[in-house]
């Protein structure tokens, strides 16, 4: 069974900087694309990033482009997404999926695996 443990997250200034993890296990990723999402109260789900887990292509939203950073450790089965320059804008529950794809994904209902979800909070 596939599972995706996500952390990181936490309280940060406007500015600041939070690097998400997400630990993958259950299966061999390497067939696999792993996305970011995030939501905030009252919002849809939204796309933030993601990675191919073979060859390590990435893909990033607008409002997140040369802020965040996907990236992966192959020999610890995970992904991680830097954070920089952090806005409150950002504040959002962050969620790791997957969905076993060659091609980079951007729409939620295509991934079949999610993690938990980790709070990120960034004051002004």
């Known amino acids: 069974q596939v599972q995706l443990v996500e952390s990181g997250g936490g309280l940060v200034q406007a500015g600041g900087s939070l690097r998400l993890s997400c630990a993958a296990s259950g299966r061999t990723f390497n067939t696999y694309v792993m996305g970011w999402f995030r939501q905030a109260p009252g919002k849809e789900r939204e796309f933030v990033a993601a990675i191919r887990w073979s060859g390590g292509r990435t893909s990033y939203a607008d409002s997140v482009k040369g802020r965040f950073t996907a990236s992966r450790d192959n020999a610890k089965n995970t992904v991680y997404l830097q954070m920089n320059s952090l806005k409150p804008d950002d504040t959002a529950t962050y969620y790791c999926?997957?969905?076993?794809?060659?091609?980079?994904?951007?729409?939620?209902?295509?991934?079949?695996?999610w993690g938990q979800g980790t709070q990120v909070t960034v004051s002004s």
């Open positions: 999926a997957a969905t076993r794809s060659l091609v980079i994904n951007t729409r939620h209902r295509e991934y079949d695996y």
